[in-house]
């Protein structure tokens, strides 16, 4: 969540010398990056918009729900308005408070916004008559002032406010809206907001606000009268403090502090509550606050109690926001002894929420670990400001100082008591470590030197103590310098080295001050990256191929991993990587294959488009054994499916379109996806890679594949990959329509291992070539690879190109036999070939077809 810190707010602590944009902009160089910087009032007009003050209010002559009120807003004489207000129209009858009200006043020429339009929309106030009366102006409301969406009435404001100023000077603001990123809980507050700007514009810091909560006259105990305190681990509690605050009256909370909220993004809700979310807000610790009388110990006339545990799997609370949740055993719960009152660190109970009625408070201020807040906010989907602010690392530190600020502002906005004791449980106080810190450690990490007492005022404008000492115990830079020993402040729970304190004071100092350095020496020598250059020549040839490149999770399903098993089998779970903490539990693995998501992404594209052509580059995770980290290697796949070619209207009807997708003519097939694979083949420089039948297993990679239509591609007698058709089995499971869907995966690494980046041009022939088709008998098990390759084999050199163009199995080749026809290309570098040159050729590859593979020539 954003904080959101309004610059008036700001200025009660430290008051800034710069412009809401400049200051924006030194906070942002230091680390604190402010998204926006918004304008509230910016645009009131001063004199049309100004404080007013109501003198009376008199019935309308002809409308019972309106009144005219007569405002006095500076000028000589008062003016009269009309109104429907109905915080104004009840006081027809009932008279006004003596001191009248103080109200926003706009005049004739006022741009406000519009209050009855559910849309943000600007008019221009004019003088009208409203049932025959004159009204040249408005006592307006928060939305018509663009401050919240409040129309019910109009907005009052206190009674010192000064009558016929201009209003954007009274209420005007800036607010700035920062992205705290990381563990930086004591940024995350106007306090902490602060403190930064005090160091970097070097104005003193108004430190009084940690002694509102004084301590002077409260005993501290871990067993205070009022109630007990139990913490079951106080590694997800380290502390746990509660206060009591006695004989309040709840009510609204006073202007200056609803406007406080508002600004900073929170909604008012009653005097208790507001407190609670101003403390916290202002010092960032949050807080709740219980009805003590609705606690179960209370209710049975004894002393109750107050256990931080871990909840019960199963166990359910209504939380403040009226919604029934469910808790697992590893979240963690505030329980009275009868049952769960809030979830730690995150949200109160609906049971023990403060109410009109409300006499007794008790205050808790704890402290919560940050992992388990974050893991139980994210899985009950329930982020608030607390859950945010704990998810951060908070420091235990800080509550009793918040607790005690947050009770006596209670006191003093509801007339409540504070009891003067407080209970405290604290198993483990964190000890604060001193860091030596050498300034010359600091100029040889920066590369500039920056004065020692640039350097102490830093630190202690971030409230870090520093004394002196000898470098001679140790330390950067050594020597027995005299150097700095500096301890953090309890909330800086990120500094543990000195390198943390040199970053500490070059952000404030100025990342813009340091001057620019020029390299000395030579630029390093470009070393060409092979993985990366290969795998980016692969992208590059798959897109000219007209594919689109996909990017899935790399944490996938075991159930999908096992569909590729068209025989019922699933993958050991033992040969995955399973995650300790996965955020949904039907992705709880890291891939092995690209193939399933890959799939997954082809059925969503099937519903709005009838072809699908994507490839995926991306990593594989295998374990190893012994290993602290897993085996990581880069993997490709490349599926395609439905029609060949796009729809077209110059193609016919899409009935008809749908008949040649019937008959399996249009359909991509085993043959559209080897053509992919030899483009990438041609693409990358092998030349030596072969075919091979798939193996018949149902297990590795082939077992997804139907196993007459698939293939396994080999090179150097080393396996690439497989591809072909997938088994229906497999493309059923999946979702996939009933068509051939064909995949291709291959080693991504050893293709780049093969692949030749320095390619090796030849030069063309200047003599023609001579084209010839030769036909073969060959044994109907005889692949047609083999015939090919023993063919290029026997004519090399004049044999330039062996191209299968047809395939026959019938009666005239006779029975367990089928006919292969191959285009042949002679040709020489020298010379134009002659008929007996080719005859030559052609002889042996004739005589050795038909000594190693049984071939006869078909005439």
């Given at each position: 969540?954003?904080l959101?810190?309004?610059?008036k707010?700001?200025a ?11 200051l ?5 160089v ?6 926006s910087?918004?304008?509230i009032?910016g645009d009131?007009?001063p004199?049309?918009?100004v404080?007013g ?11 019972d729900?309106?009144c005219?009120?007569a405002?006095d ?15 104004l129209?009840?006081?027809i ?7 009248g009200?103080r109200v926003?006043?706009?005049?004739a020429?006022?741009?406000l916004?519009?209050?009855y ?16 009366v004159?009204?040249?102006g408005?006592?307006?409301s ?6 919240s969406?409040s ?6 404001l ?13 209420l005007?603001?800036?607010?700035l ?22 160091a ?21 105990s871990?067993?205070?009268?009022f109630?007990r ?13 509660a ?9 609204p ?6 406007q ?15 407190a609670?979310?101003?403390v ?9 606050a ?6 179960r ?9 107050i ?11 209504k ?9 697992d055993d ?19 109970g609906?049971?023990s ?7 007794h ?13 974050r ?9 608030t ?28 906005l509801?007339?409540?008591?504070v ?10 106080p ?7 810190l ?13 004065p ?9 404008a ?15 830079g ?18 543990s080295m000195p ?5 500490e004071?070059?952000?404030?100092y ?7 350095t ?7 020598p470009q ?7 290969g ?6 040839i798959?897109t ?5 490149e996909?990017?899935t ?5 075991l ?6 098993y068209?025989?019922g ?7 995955y990587?399973?995650?300790?903490n ?13 193939l399933?998501e ?8 099937l519903?709005?488009?009838r072809?699908?052509g ?21 993997g ?21 379109g ?11 097939d ?7 694979a ?11 890679a ?18 007459g ?5 080999v ?35 050893l ?12 030069p063309?022939?200047?003599h ?11 044994p ?17 050199p ?23 026809a ?21 002889g ?5 077809l ?10």
């Open positions: 969540m954003a959101r810190v309004p610059l707010w700001l009660e602590y430290v008051e800034p010398t710069l412009s809401p944009e400049e924006a902009e030194r906070l942002t230091a680390g604190l990056e402010v998204e910087v918004e304008s009032g009131w007009d004199e049309t918009i404080v003050h109501v003198r009376s209010v008199a019935p309308h002559p002809d409308a729900r309106l005219l009120v405002v807003y500076g000028a000589d004489a008062p003016l009269t308005v009309v109104t429907g207000a109905p915080n129209v009840r006081h009858n009932d008279p006004l408070p003596p001191e009200y926003a006043f706009a005049r020429g006022a741009e916004i519009d209050g339009s559910d849309v943000v929309r600007k008019i221009r106030l004019k003088p009208s008559k409203i049932r025959g004159p009204s040249e408005m006592v307006c928060e939305k018509e002032l663009g401050l969406d129309h019910e009435g109009i907005m009052i206190p009674g010192d406010a000064p009558v016929g100023a201009p209003l954007r000077d009274y005007g603001d800036h607010v809206e920062f992205d705290i990123k990381g563990s930086f809980a004591h940024l995350m507050c106007v306090y902490g907001i602060a403190r930064e700007t005090a970097l514009t070097g104005r003193p810091l108004d430190r009084s606000i940690m002694e509102k909560g004084s301590r002077e006259g409260v005993s501290i871990a067993d205070p009268s109630i305190l139990e913490i079951e681990d106080p590694a997800l509690c380290p502390r746990y403090t206060l009591l605050i006695e004989g309040i009256r709840v009510g909370s006073p202007f200056w502090l609803q406080h909220l508002l600004r900073a993004g929170m909604r008012p809700i009653n005097a208790v509550v507001d609670t979310n101003y916290m807000l202002e010092l960032g610790q949050p807080l709740h219980f009805d003590y009388h609705k606690l110990g209370v209710k049975s006339g004894e002393k109750p109690l256990r931080v545990r871990r909840a019960a799997a199963g166990e359910k609370m939380t403040l926001d009226d919604v029934e949740r469910t808790f590893q979240m963690q719960l505030i329980t009275d002894g009868g049952g769960p009152v809030a979830i730690a660190g995150v949200m109160g609906l049971e929420e403060i109410s009109e009625v409300t006499t408070v008790l205050l808790e201020t704890a402290n919560f670990e940050f992992l388990n807040t893991r139980t906010s994210q899985l009950l989907k329930l982020r400001e607390a859950s945010d602010r704990f998810g951060k690392r908070l420091d235990p530190g800080l509550c009793l100082d918040a607790g005690l600020r947050c009770a006596h502002l209670i006191a003093e509801c007339g409540g008591k009891r003067a004791e407080y209970g405290d449980l604290y198993p483990a964190r000890a604060q470590e001193q860091i030596m050498d300034p010359v450690f600091i100029t040889r990490l920066l590369g500039m030197e920056i020692r007492a640039d350097i102490i005022r830093i630190l202690e971030l409230e870090f103590s520093v004394t002196t000492g000898s470098s001679g115990q140790g330390g950067p050594g020597g027995g310098r005299e150097v700095l020993l500096v301890t953090p402040p309890s909330h800086r729970l990120d500094i390198a943390d304190l040199v970053e004071v070059a952000r404030i100025g990342y813009d001050r340091m001057p620019e020029r390299m000395a020496d030579e630029i390093p070393r060409r990256n092979t993985r990366l250059d795998t980016e020549r692969v992208r590059d798959l000219g191929c007209g594919l689109d996909i990017i999770y790399s944490i996938v399903s159930e999908d991993a096992g569909r590729l068209p025989g089998g699933s993958p050991p779970a033992e040969e990587l399973s995650l300790l996965p955020l949904a539990a039907d992705r709880a693995h890291l891939r092995r294959r690209l399933p890959a799939l997954n992404t082809a059925r969503n594209n519903r709005f488009s072809r699908v994507i490839f995926e580059v991306g990593a594989l995770f295998h374990p190893a054994p012994g290993e602290k980290l897993p085996r990581e290697t880069p490709l796949c490349v599926l395609l499916t439905g029609p060949r070619t796009p729809e077209h209207w110059q193609e016919g009807s899409s009935s008809g749908k008949a040649e997708a019937q008959n399996g003519g249009g359909l991509y085993f043959f559209d996806i080897k053509g992919v030899e483009a990438l083949l041609e693409g990358l420089e092998i030349t030596d072969a075919w091979e039948r798939a193996p018949e297993s149902t297990g590795g990679l082939a077992g997804a594949y139907h196993k239509r698939s293939a396994r591609l090179a150097r007698g080393r396996e690439l990959g497989v591809l072909g058709e997938l088994h229906p089995g497999v493309a059923d499971s999946f979702g996939l329509p009933r068509q051939p869907v064909c995949a291709l995966e291959l080693d991504l690494p293709l780049i291992e093969m692949w030749r980046e320095d390619k090796q041009m030849t063309l022939s200047l023609p070539p001579v084209y010839e088709d030769l036909a073969f008998i060959v109907a098990d005889t692949p047609a690879q083999a015939v090919r390759d023993l063919i290029a084999q026997t004519g090399r004049l044999v330039r190109q062996v191209e299968l163009f047809d395939l026959y199995e019938g009666g005239q080749v006779g029975q367990g036999r089928k006919s292969l191959f285009a042949l290309t002679y040709q020489a570098d020298d010379r134009t070939l002659t008929d007996n040159e080719v005859g030559k050729v052609r042996k590859i004739i005589k050795r038909e000594h190693e593979l049984e071939a006869r020539l078909r005439a």
